[in-house]
């Protein structure tokens, strides 16, 4: 497999329910949770140096020994997390860079392997009176408990972790309750992401404008011209000035935003795609890129209908980064 020295992995994690007394901890009838009778456990806080955006955080591009993630859980149940005796950190990983030589597959995919357990004795209390737990994975942890090399790990790839509830009764994990607004999944990925050089200053120039919001003058939309910039906030993910269509809701003066603090750019290994929604909660699509040379050429469309066409010319001396 391609070797890479260099990874970033981001993790989307589930949104999972906290809980406080018998009477209010939980949007339903306790005695629902007690029938079900099982134990779940809540994220609290998640250590990175980056907040989320959509639902996803992300890591700092790092070497692999620098890379590590810190979660902590709060654990519950119908004996308010007491009968939890431990937790246990089960790791897989997905292999998506299968390679084909001659008649054999490689495939270094993996499940169930052990990271890490954590006994009931290293609990602290949540300010939920309820038992609490952290973990940190590190990067050299993951190599050493699936042996790998950095040689087998390469973007898209993604690792899962599950947290495992272990009481008297049994281990328990996936929990889905069987009752209204009461769920939790205890697992969460961790995709690889491939570098990303996509940070630039470029001129823009903006054709083909159409919105169903407004009758079209004669002659149609006036071309929207400037000056902007893609800067990278986190590894793959860009703000965009002067904002996703480039001119088009400033012309059309709907009292509609989408700056570069609402809408980014992602490129998730050569697959690019806008993250965010625009002031009226509209998302925006992207066709693939056209690059030649110095100027990079795309279609943005939103959920309004509303589209334009951007050819962006780069102003630093240097050519958009060949997708192939």
């Not at 007491?82 to 292999?95: E, P, Q, R, Y």
């Not at 709907?254 to 700056?259: D, L, N, Q, S």
């Amino acid at each position: 497999m391609k070797f890479k020295y260099k990874y970033i992995m981001s993790i989307l994690l589930v949104a999972l329910t906290i809980a406080c007394s018998d009477d209010d901890k939980l949007p339903v009838d306790f005695d629902e949770l007690i029938n079900s009778g099982l134990p779940f456990a809540s994220r609290t806080d998640f250590e990175s140096e980056f907040k989320p955006i959509e639902g996803e955080l992300f890591l700092k591009e790092a070497d692999l020994e620098d890379y590590n993630i810190s979660i902590t859980f709060e654990l519950n149940s119908p004996e308010d997390g007491a009968n939890v005796n431990a937790i246990k950190i089960v790791g897989s990983f997905k292999d998506n860079n299968v390679e084909i030589v001659g008649n054999d597959t490689i495939d270094v995919s993996k499940s169930n392997i052990l990271l890490k357990e954590i006994s009931s004795s290293q609990f602290s209390t949540s300010s939920n009176d309820l038992p609490e737990v952290t973990f940190t994975i590190t990067g050299q942890e993951l190599l050493q408990a699936f042996d790998y090399t950095a040689v087998d790990i390469k973007g898209l790839d993604v690792f899962t972790y599950r947290v495992i509830l272990v009481t008297d009764e049994g281990e328990f994990t996936d929990v889905s309750s069987n009752f209204d607004n009461q769920s939790a999944d205890h697992s969460f990925d961790a995709q690889v992401l491939c570098p990303s050089d996509f940070s630039a200053q470029f001129t823009y120039l903006s054709t083909n404008l159409s919105t169903p919001e407004i009758d079209e003058p004669d002659g149609g939309w006036p071309n929207q011209s400037g000056s902007g910039e893609f800067r990278e906030i986190r590894e793959g993910v860009y703000e965009i000035t002067p904002g996703v269509t480039f001119g088009a809701l400033e012309l059309w003066n709907r009292g509609v935003t989408a700056g570069p603090d609402s809408v980014f750019l992602r490129d998730n290994c050569g697959t690019f795609s806008f993250i965010g929604e625009d002031s009226d909660d509209n998302g925006y699509q992207i066709s693939p890129f056209v690059i030649d040379g110095n100027q990079l050429t795309f279609t943005w469309e939103n959920d309004e209908d509303e589209s334009g066409t951007v050819t962006l010319t780069r102003t630093d001396g240097q050519i958009w980064p060949d997708l192939n």
